[in-house]
């Protein structure tokens, strides 16, 4: 961190700190901060008048900011923020800006470790939240879900002395441009990914359930579980269960994707039922380990099975264990919010039909919209 600007990482790793949680003025304007924002942050939407470098409506709200700790100010890209910050910073105040705002916002990842399950790192990107994991033993690993930014796995591999043996993906994602063919290609190890999503994909080792991707002395066990997507697949590895976008920790995967007519919807619905029947089959002290998340503040995002159905705040599951397959379907039918942005030219781009652009990193920016409610 400097006397001026910090990293959105630095960001990351101490947004999630109770005793630390800094202070986050966000100057976007209104609408733009209601559908996407750092979490615990707050609002001034003064964005037009920095524009101009009119500080009025920030000087009327000076006694409103902590003296105390230091204001970290986010806007689109970092331009006017560092505006703001200054202006800030002549009047007493410890201000800096976020570099690159939030499209800078949307790019950073954070690691954790995973107490409790044995050779799983989950990286987790606050800003879209997108979750990808690193499965280890033995000094190998497996990439699984990887963002388009793979020197994060690079390193984190490289940091714990791994080698990347093989990278997956639990399906073709719509919200995310997957870094996982890169990732394989650079390294020339497998790409792996259900035979369901492969479309028009090359270079591709297809899986199907019952299958086991070797990873040191254990194995990555491949469950196939359609609904999101037809060649959706979770992950077992030992005690954990990376769950994909089947199951979330309050919500499942939204079945609307593919195919947005509500005849196909309702099938989707029902696939992804049975999914669910079987991943809530599993021990109860299996540990889920999800692909996305919305407002969760846990990190990392783990939560034991048993506890998951116990729990209230997924009422989708809660359908599942009550054996209601109506009742699913028709509150998947009924609450499905608005579609990931730009999510048919991702799609594109994972199932090989078009090649990323300069405009890559854009296309992805913005709030995760992958949950069925």
């Not at 700190?17 to 942050?41: A, C, T």
């Not at 990732?183 to 999503?197: K, T």
């Amino acid at each position: 961190m400097s006397n001026t600007s910090v990293s959105p990482s630095a960001v990351a790793d101490r947004v999630q700190d109770d005793d630390e949680s800094p202070f986050v003025l966000d100057v976007r304007n209104e609408d733009e901060y209601e559908e996407w924002s750092v979490p615990g942050s707050h609002n001034l939407p003064i964005y037009d008048e920095l524009l101009q470098y009119d500080f009025s409506t920030l000087e009327d709200h000076l006694d409103d900011l902590p003296t105390d700790r230091r204001i970290l100010v986010i806007c689109v890209a970092g331009v006017t923020s560092a505006r703001a910050a200054e202006f800030l910073r002549d009047h007493g105040y410890d201000a800096v800006t976020i570099n690159d705002g939030m499209n800078g916002w949307g790019r950073a990842h954070r690691q954790y470790e995973v107490d409790g399950v044995d050779g799983v790192v989950q990286v987790v990107r606050p800003g879209t939240g997108c979750v990808s994991y690193l499965v280890h033993d033995d000094g190998e690993a497996i990439v699984v879900d990887p963002s388009q930014y793979v020197d994060v796995y690079l390193e984190a591999a490289a940091d714990r002395d791994l080698e990347i043996v093989g990278v997956a993906d639990s399906h073709a994602h719509a919200d995310h441009i997957s870094g996982a063919r890169r990732l394989a290609g650079e390294l020339d190890v497998p790409y792996y990914l259900h035979s369901d999503d492969v479309a028009e994909l090359d270079r591709v080792t297809e899986l199907a359930d019952g299958d086991s991707i070797a990873v040191g002395e254990r194995e990555l066990d491949v469950l196939h579980t359609p609904g999101h997507t037809p060649g959706s697949a979770s992950f077992a590895f030992g005690d954990a269960l990376l769950s994909g976008d089947t199951l979330f920790l309050r919500s499942v995967g939204r079945p609307d994707l593919e195919d947005g007519s509500e005849d196909a919807i309702r099938t989707a619905a029902n696939e992804l039922f049975d999914s669910l029947e079987r991943l809530t089959g599993f021990d109860d002290d299996t540990v889920v380990l999800p692909g996305h998340f919305s407002e969760e503040s846990i990190r990392p995002l783990a939560t034991g099975l048993g506890d998951l159905k116990a729990e209230t705040t997924n009422e989708l599951l809660s359908y599942v264990e009550a054996d209601d397959e109506s009742s699913f379907v028709e509150t998947i039918v009924e609450s499905l919010s608005d579609e990931p942005a730009n999510f048919n030219e991702i799609k594109q781009i994972n199932w090989g039909k078009r090649q990323p652009t300069g405009d890559s990193e854009a296309l992805e920016l913005g709030p995760n919209n992958c949950a069925a409610n």
